[in-house]
């Protein structure tokens, strides 16, 4: 019966053109299978029907036929075919992308038009017809995608994926910011599901830890063009695994790789832990228990200072309802003759100093704290009023400079203190645990058990000699921060010049090492130091000594009695008073400065406690 249809097909197809043009005279559409009468040598009938156009009349396209006998006649010629008329979003897309700059239109994509099937989803198709033109790119074929997407493997990523089907954009200027985004973006999408990744066996923390990374944080904030994205290690196409001889991440091509923006990189260099995972006990051991100690450290130092600060604030509190309540009774404390003479505390070295420790710590804090919590909205918004992540690194490592020249300061006054000045009694080892030297004694542990009774109202508050244990520990951590900011900040400063002699997972350290300690000392000296200095009750809402050096001398009596005691038993406190106190002016601009400088760092303090509250990484 089949083989007698398909005689017959072909006499069937002429008695429809004979009939035809009579019947498109009246009006009527014009039946597809006339049209395939003339041009079925050219257009398989079968192959016609089971295409996506098989549904519709050849006039639905060719719609400048209307009159069938003078198209026969060839008295109507035929213009091109404006698929847009049905595509309306493919070809909104389409006049979109790259493609219509270069001229290709839809049928240079499409060239089986009339035999065009539904490729539901099959990227083995888009591969095959991308490579047509774009053959340079044919190593994609051989790269853990193509070779998945040949498989059938519909969850590796194909040309789709990445450039879209229609809507394929230009990269233009490769080290423009959309061209460094897309280099990434587009990655992430796929990588990012961790379903897809798992079923797929695939490593699945590749973004969680880019994003953690310096690059992927200057990525997520809006600067991709500084950075390092995904493809300028793994390449945009030949991504190989990391043990095929031709991959860009294979240890033999690892400082080629990373030369590309390391131009000094070294192999020793090369042994950075791109996707190092701290958590990860078993593959990264250091990194594991390095952030596990700086994680230590940084709880046991909140853990004890906010306990003691808390504690402070309720004694300090109830001790200035008491004061109040004496002076309601007309119990007045201030007996004692020149109460308010000013002594010298400071001289204008330290002050210098103290303005020195000031302006560079909250310069690092401000352009620190929006790369350490990347992912807060307003770290974007302080990145953007900088003018970018190269403007805030810029001022990052100019406050750097600042705290390393403080710091040579206060190392010059030590060996001073030590082994120059002629004005202090004793040897370097008895001025070191003297009462003038910041360096922590015996004394310190009488001093914090008095003050802890005082804080549970088992004794008096304790007075204190030239220096107390919190500006002891102040002092002390300066040297630790140094140690351990300084020098891993100076690592991740100059990766190069490191990356010489240390091996890469160094700079993983550093990076843990910079950020946790950091983390430390912005939210020990916002809360703690600020409540020491200026919070506390009796100095609220800020002691002004280190910004003129001035004290008075009942203050002085009261807080540092034994410092008092020892200057009269040597005859020396009127070699510390004060021959004229600070000008007005002085005061009123200095003053301002510390406010503002109080109110900015109370300010980091409350976002870091939001980025913390919100679920920041």
């Not at 009579?22 to 009938?45: F, N, R, Y």
């Not at 985004?181 to 590749?206: P, Q």
């Not at 330290?350 to 401000?366: A, K, N, R």
């Not at 000699?465 to 300066?478: N, P, Q, S």
Request: net charge positive; hydrophobic share 40%; charged share 20%.
């Amino acid at each position: 019966m089949q083989f007698v249809f398909c005689r017959l097909l072909p006499f069937l197809m002429l008695l429809i053109a004979w009939a035809s043009p009579s019947l498109a005279e009246q009006g009527m559409a014009i039946d597809p299978a006339t049209c395939l009468g003339c041009h079925g040598d050219k257009i398989p009938v079968r192959a016609f029907a089971e295409s996506v156009h098989g549904k519709n009349a050849c006039t639905s396209c060719h719609v400048d036929i209307t009159d069938l006998a003078k198209h026969m006649r060839k008295e109507i010629k035929v213009q091109k075919v404006q698929c847009e008329r049905c595509h309306k979003k493919q070809n909104a897309e389409h006049y979109a992308s790259v493609h219509i700059t270069k001229g290709v239109m839809c049928a240079d994509c499409h060239t089986d038009i009339h035999v065009h099937k539904y490729w539901k989803g099959d990227k083995r198709i888009v591969v095959a017809k991308c490579i047509q033109c774009h053959d340079k790119e044919s190593v994609y074929q051989k790269s853990v995608h193509g070779k998945a997407v040949a498989a059938g493997n519909m969850d590796s990523a194909a040309c789709n994926d990445c450039h879209g089907l229609h809507e394929i954009k230009p990269l233009g200027d490769p080290k423009s910011r959309a061209n460094r985004e897309f280099h990434t973006k587009v990655c992430l999408k796929c990588h990012s599901d961790e379903a897809m990744m798992k079923r797929n066996n695939v490593f699945n923390v590749a973004v969680k830890t880019y994003m953690e990374s310096y690059h992927g944080k200057n990525y997520r904030l809006g600067f991709p063009e500084k950075v390092a994205g995904c493809a300028d290690c793994h390449t945009a196409h030949s991504v190989l695994p990391k043990d095929d001889p031709n991959s860009s991440v294979n240890p033999a091509n690892l400082v080629n790789t990373c030369a590309k923006c390391h131009s000094k990189a070294t192999v020793l260099f090369t042994k950075f832990y791109a996707h190092g995972e701290h958590s990860d006990r078993e593959k990264y051991p250091i990194l594991y228990y390095t952030f596990l100690a700086m994680t230590g450290l940084l709880l046991s130092t909140f853990t004890i200072f906010w306990i003691h600060t808390l504690l402070w604030m309720f004694r300090g509190f109830v001790e200035n309802r008491e004061k109040a309540a004496k002076l309601a009774n007309g119990e007045h404390h201030h007996v004692m003759p020149d109460a308010h003479k000013q002594y010298r505390r400071f001289n204008r070295v330290h002050i210098f100093m103290h303005i020195l420790v000031i302006t560079s710590f909250l310069g690092l804090s401000l352009t620190g704290l929006p790369l350490k919590f990347s992912t807060q909205h307003w770290a974007i918004s302080l990145m953007n009023l900088y003018g970018g992540s190269a403007n805030a690194g810029f001022i990052h490592r100019i406050c750097a400079g600042i705290t390393f020249v403080y710091f040579g300061m206060a190392l010059f006054m030590s060996i001073n203190f030590l082994f120059i000045r002629k004005d202090l009694p004793g040897n370097p080892i008895q001025r070191l645990f003297g009462p003038d030297s910041l360096c922590f004694n015996l004394r310190d542990i009488m001093d914090v058990t008095r003050m802890v009774r005082w804080f549970f109202f088992r004794g008096p508050k304790p007075t204190f000699e030239r220096w107390t244990y919190w500006e002891k520990f102040d002092f002390v951590a300066v040297f630790w921060g140094m140690f351990a900011i300084g020098g891993s900040g100076l690592m991740l400063w100059f990766p190069e010049f490191f990356g010489m002699f240390l091996p890469g997972w160094a700079f993983n350290v550093a990076t843990i090492v910079h950020s946790d300690e950091a983390l430390l000392a912005t939210g020990f000296i916002f809360s703690v130091h600020f409540f020491n200095t200026h919070g506390r009750p009796e100095k609220f809402p800020m002691d002004f000594v280190i910004f003129n050096g001035q004290i008075g001398k009942e203050e002085m009596l009261e807080e540092r009695g034994d410092q008092w005691k020892r200057y009269e038993e040597l005859g020396v406190t009127e070699q510390y008073a004060c021959k004229r106190t600070s000008g007005v002016a002085y005061d009123f601009l200095v003053k301002g400065f510390g406010f503002t400088a109080l109110f900015t760092g109370i300010s980091l303090l409350l976002l870091m406690i939001l980025a913390f509250i919100s679920g920041a990484e």
